[in-house]
């Protein structure tokens, strides 16, 4: 019960700054176009649109995050694996940051034999897209980002690291707890990284944080690789048949 208490205490408050923040920067935008008196010129018009369209996108941010935990925390979020190319969930995050990541530097590092991967791909495109944002906040505008990938026989890994000012000590553990952000300044209900920790679980692999010697943060994530994927089809028309030496046919 106590515990209960604590965890919707946090989301109140958090929710109250969170949604609050936003709304009053929708009214005040809507109202300065709505307002009687001058015609607004074309510049400020479109900078009040923009101020509308930025601020719903944080909103609509905030209750995906809401609503992807509580789905974690009932158990709704199933994780249906399938096997997958991580290149193709690596650019599908990529494309669904691209205003976020404009005018950074973005290097993208994916080990060329990298094998498939059983993972739901919507899920760890989620968890990629989530650690991205996160090192978009918590970094100076324009630094630099890295997406890593590599594997080996039991597992592949992905890597996404920045070169802000690092994790303070203790925090490499508690950023993925819910409601937890690091910094007094930073925005946001404090859930990106507790869902990461959640998707990656679900599939059985683990997450976890750590400063670079070198400067910055590295948030990396290891999803196991069992069984065999797939045969591929031996040509075109293959019906999934493969013949056997007694004459008889065989699904595989």
Known sequence: ?????????????????????????????????????????????????QSIYDEANRLNALVRNLLDMTRLESGGIQVNKAWQPLEDVVGAALTHME???????????????????????????????????????????????????????TKVTVEVADRGPGLAPGDETRVFEKFYRAGKAASGVGLGLAICRGIVEAHGGRIWAENRPEGGAAFRFELPIEGLPPLPPDGPGDSGLRQVDDGNDEHV
């Open 99 to 153: 205003l976020p990541l404009a005018g950074r530097p973005v290097t993208v590092q994916l080990d060329p034999d990298l094998p498939l991967a059983p993972l739901d791909e919507v899920s760890v495109e989620q968890v990629l897209v989530n650690l991205l944002e996160n090192a978009v906040k918590y970094t100076p505008s324009g630094s630099p980002i890295t997406l890593t990938a590599w594997s080996d026989e």
């Open 1 to 49: 019960q106590v515990e209960s208490e604590r965890l919707r205490n946090s989301l109140l408050s958090s929710v109250s700054h969170d949604l609050r923040t936003p709304l009053a920067g929708i009214t005040g935008a809507a109202s300065s176009l709505l307002a009687d008196g001058p015609a607004l010129d074309s510049a400020t018009q479109r900078e009040l649109a």
